[in-house]
């Protein structure tokens, strides 16, 4: 029999979100103030604040600074319903959704699940790797270094050792020169602290780019300076260099060399997952929802895309627009007070990106930004980094936990959380 979610309905028109991220929350909160019923799907209970899950993998921050319970963020609003669980298929027809709690009506969809790491059908790589596309990923790379470093400690020759030092990051976008450069600094000013009998001489960190330069998203100013930070650092960064294939042990690149690492961490692409139900044509490139200027579908009537999982290919943006974090907030914020206007029958606002710039922090007082009109680099740009996201970060007790561990890390370089804390899973021992 055919399972259907326990959720009542009300005389309200019914929202539903899929995805608690930056565009999902930011469409919640508007629609809360209207008169809908919304109900949130999210496959977790929290929401993620991912620009910062590389100072997590680096033992920098706890996970729950970064993470902020839905239910929490909803607490005591009417009209408002939270359920964990995971959407597989949609019915336009029906106006239902199937997900892992049973069948959910609704009156207006909106898919705002982002997206997965890409692995460009590499299966090894897949198995093999690390990414960073959510908090257990930050973990999981926080407990492999340290563990590593167990290891290397206990082996007997260089050699031997070698290969648990060797740190790679692939991809030469944010995300990876951020995590590449707070390697470099962790290896630098914090792990010969614990490590004392290891020489640190040989621990490598080395960044892998496929294009002739990282950050290619930004200035060229921006990038020549990160790449000149990250050398001083000591990152050995390989350009026009690609990932072949990775057992685990060996990483084979495409100018045929290999080199021996046990942690590969993989930041270089991502794709949106396919959900069944919508026709092939709806799906652009890396399998983003087409839709147009009021986020709608390709070809649907009620259901729209926001945020990374969408593509808004446009005369202005025919590649659609970045996936970072102001989009998605951006079009989370516009859909709610459209959403509002069509069911009283006036026109929708199309949607407009306002660009407030790109950031990339390299390390301590390093960091490049692209601002309208203005190009920053150094201790400033590093600042507004930094006040920019402790601002972003959800919850007063959050920004103030970040706030606290920065300042200490800040001051003596040595952050309390190198902890290899693994789930426990039944059956085995402690
Ligand atoms: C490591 C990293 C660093 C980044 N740094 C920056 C930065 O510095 N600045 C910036 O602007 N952007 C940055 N980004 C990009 C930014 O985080 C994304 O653009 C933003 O998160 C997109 O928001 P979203 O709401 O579309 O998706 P997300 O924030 O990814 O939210 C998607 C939500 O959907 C849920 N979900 C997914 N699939 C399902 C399903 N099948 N069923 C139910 N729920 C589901 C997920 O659990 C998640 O809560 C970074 C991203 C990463 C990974």
Sequence with gaps: MKRIANIPRNQKKRVVVVGGGFAGTRLVKKLLKDNFQVVLIDKNNYYQFQPLFYQVAMAGLEP?????????????????????????????EK??????????????????????????????????????????DAIFIRNKILENYE?????????????????????????????????????????????????????KVYLFEAAPKILGAMREKSSETATRYLEKLNVEIRLNTAVKDYDGKKVLLTDGSELESETLIWTAGVAARRFEGFPEETFGHANRLLVNEYSLVNGTKNIFAIGDISLMETEDTPKGHPQVAQVAIQQGA?????????????????????????????????????????????????FIWSVVHLLSISGAKNKIFVFIDWAMNYLVYDPSLRLLIRPKIKGHQD
Excluded at 75 to 84: A, E, I, L, P, V
Excluded at 108 to 127: D, I, M, P, Q
Excluded at 350 to 355: A, E, I, L, T, V
């Design 95 to 136: 106006n239902e959704l199937e997900t892992s709690i049973g069948s959910i009506e609704y009156d207006y969809l909106v898919f705002a699940t982002g997206v997965k790491t890409n692995f460009f059908g590499n299966k090894n790589v897949e198995e093999k790797a690390a990414s960073m596309k959510s908090v257990s």
């Design 334 to 382: 516009l859909l709610g007070k459209n959403l509002k206007r069509m069911v009283n029958n006036q026109k929708p606002e199309p949607f407009k990106y306002f660009d407030k710039g790109v950031m990339a922090t390299v390390g301590r007082n390093l960091a490049v930004a692209d601002l309208p009109g203005l190009t920053l680099k150094g201790f400033v740009a590093w």
């Design 151 to 203: 290891k290397a400690i206990n082996c007997e020759t260089e050699e031997e050792r070698q290969k648990y030092l060797n740190i790679v990051v692939v991809g030469g976008g944010p995300a990876g020169v951020e995590l590449a450069g707070s390697l470099a600094e962790l290896k630098k000013y914090i792990l010969p602290k614990d490590y004392h009998d290891l020489n640190f001489h040989n621990m």
């Design 64 to 92: 729950s600074a970064i993470s902020f319970p839905l239910r929490r963020m909803f607490q005591n609003k009417k009209g408002f319903h939270f359920r964990m669980g995971e959407v597989t298929k949609v019915n336009p």
